[in-house]
């Protein structure tokens, strides 16, 4: 089972480019594809594959809104989760085809790295990757499978945070 990359994707180009590139990418048995003069609304009761990669989903209702007088129209779309990274060169080739600039920023937590890559007119402009800090993990960060048990939240309860729990609003 693969750890998640999750973050965002987002999508640059004119209005029919985006459009197109979401209508023609975006595959899953059930989408239900809603549109009216201002905005195109992609839903699904499942994750939404985007096709071309290797296990890259979209885990959310997608909008793209169009209605504003700007000739560069912008989606974005978040819950993006990718297995393990993001392989740039699907987007790479989606950003040629569609003439559309691409952004995808992840976190991924238990290996411990984000992920940033920015694709302009089919040429990578940005493709970094980083460490983020591991100490909550405890050890020596090596291993990202080995937690500290001392750090573990399995008996922590929210509710010895709060004086009343009559005040609650709920």
Known sequence: ????????????????????????????DDLEILEDDKKLTIRSKELIFIDGTTRNFIADDIEFNFA????????????????????????????????????????EIFRGFTQEIRIQKGEIIIDKVEEINLDF?????EDPTSFNEDLSSDDWKPSSLI???DDLPF
Do not use: H
Request: charged fraction near 30%.
């Open 1 to 28: 089972m693969p750890n998640w990359c999750r973050g965002n994707l987002v999508v640059r180009g004119t209005k029919d480019n985006v459009k197109r590139f979401l209508l023609e990418n975006l595959k899953e």
């Open 68 to 107: 504003s007088e700007e000739i560069i129209k912008e989606c974005t779309m978040n819950e993006f989760m990718a297995a393990w990274s993001i392989a740039p060169e699907p987007y790479i080739q989606m950003s040629r085809e569609y003439e559309i600039d691409i952004d995808l920023c992840v976190v």
């Open 163 to 165: 004086d009343d729990l």
């Open 137 to 141: 993990r405890g050890g020596d960060g």
